[in-house]
């Protein structure tokens, strides 16, 4: 399977991703860890992919989602963003919402 059908597999079989450097409990970069503590500060159960054990992930992922850095929160199969936009929407309450409300519609489906 080429790297591209792998990041799609991920972005569709996991309702929350986060692509980072690290791991959210061993973070490898400030806005990874701030991202990751804001995902944490929701509630909900979430996949990573730490970008450094990937690099063809790592090299290819910006291209697919139009988007040049890490970390990278998908959620329902849509790119939110990077860290400076988890964190205001975290502030300002909309991440969990997005988040909460992804979870409920994943689990109603099964």
Do not use: H
């Not at 992922?61 to 939110?80: C, D, I, R, S």
Request: proline letters at 5%.
């Amino acid at each position: 399977m080429d790297i591209i059908e792998t990041i799609k597999e991920q972005i569709a079989n996991n309702t929350v991703l986060l692509y980072m450097k690290g791991s959210p409990n061993a973070p490898q970069c400030g806005f990874s860890a701030r991202a990751s503590q804001a995902v944490m500060g929701c509630g909900e159960k979430f996949a990573y992919v730490d970008i450094l054990q990937n690099p063809e992930i790592r090299a290819n992922l910006p291209k697919y989602a139009n988007w040049p850095t890490f970390p990278q929160l998908w959620v329902g199969g849509e790119l939110v963003g990077g860290s400076d936009i988890v964190l205001e929407m975290f502030e300002k309450g909309e991440l969990q919402t997005l988040i909460k409300d992804a979870a409920n519609a994943k689990a109603s489906e099964a």
